[in-house]
T-cell receptor, first 113, second 111 residues
Framework: TAGITQAPTSQILAAGRSMTLRCTQDMRHNAMYWYRQDLGLGLRLIHYSNTAGTTGKGEVPDGYSVSRANTDDFPLTLASAVPSQTSVYFC????????????FGEGSRLTVL | EDQVTQSPEALRLQEGESSSLNCSYTVSGLRGLFWYRQDPGKGPEFLFTLYSAGEEKEKERLKATLTKKESFLHITAPKPEDSATYLCAVQESGAGNMLTFGGGTRLMVKP
């Protein structure tokens, strides 16, 4: 089972350019999340979606946007990238219920120059 | 604001040398505390959920315990394949599945 698939695996991007990180899940989970992971800061929640058609802001939402047109896909868009958005981005999903058990993708490493 | 602090940041052990990782937390109402394992270049993988002080969970060489202010991940007779970063996270009551993660402890077990 694929679980969570993220693309691209890594990307170098010029500052000011836009970029969409893709995330697809095949587990039919309602809830999905985007985290960024930076050395010393741990995982920080960017945006989340509890179900298709709804989204919410996490701890560090500025400079990012998300959409949830269907259950399976949850893309993250950087409209105008800045160097501080250099990070590893993880998409995750969770099964029904507040179990706290998240299923993560392999991550997308983004470098903004 | 929820806070999660893990210590040490890094830990080197010899194979078979038991030790413990610490996760101290501040949360207004704890719904659950979670441990995840993360291998280099991979996403975190769920290990345990603890809900109340005094609770313990075990999996192979790992045992997680919880008090009102902290959690410990005890590693008994570790093997090199236990080398990974271990992440602790808390879930606040009413926050759904939005977790607050600590910075992690990078464990290296030498043969």
């Amino acid at each position: 089972t694929a679980g969570i698939t993220q693309a691209p695996t890594s990307q170098i991007l010029a500052a000011g350019r836009s970029m969409t990180l893709r995330c697809t899940q095949d587990m039919r989970h309602n809830a999905m999340y985007w985290y960024r992971q930076d050395l010393g800061l741990g995982l920080r929640l960017i945006h989340y979606s509890n179900t298709a058609g709804t989204t919410g802001k996490g701890e560090v939402p500025d400079g990012y946007s998300v959409s949830r047109a269907n259950t399976d896909d949850f893309p993250l868009t950087l409209a105008s990238a800045v160097p501080s958005q250099t990070s590893v981005y993880f998409c995750a999903s969770s099964p029904p219920g507040d179990t706290g058990e998240l299923f993560f993708g392999e991550g997308s490493r983004l470098t903004v120059l | 604001e929820d806070q999660v602090t893990q210590s040490p940041e890094a830990l080197r052990l010899q194979e078979g040398e038991s030790s413990s990782l610490n996760c101290s937390y501040t949360v207004s109402g704890l719904r659950g505390l979670f441990w995840y394992r993360q291998d280099p270049g991979k996403g975190p993988e769920f290990l345990f959920t603890l809900y109340s002080a005094g609770e313990e969970k075990e999996k192979e060489r790992l045992k997680a315990t919880l008090t009102k202010k902290e959690s410990f991940l005890h590693i008994t007779a570790p093997k090199p394949e236990d080398s990974a970063t271990y992440l602790c996270a808390v879930q606040e009551s009413g926050a759904g599945n939005m977790l607050t993660f600590g910075g992690g402890t990078r464990l290296m077990v030498k043969p």
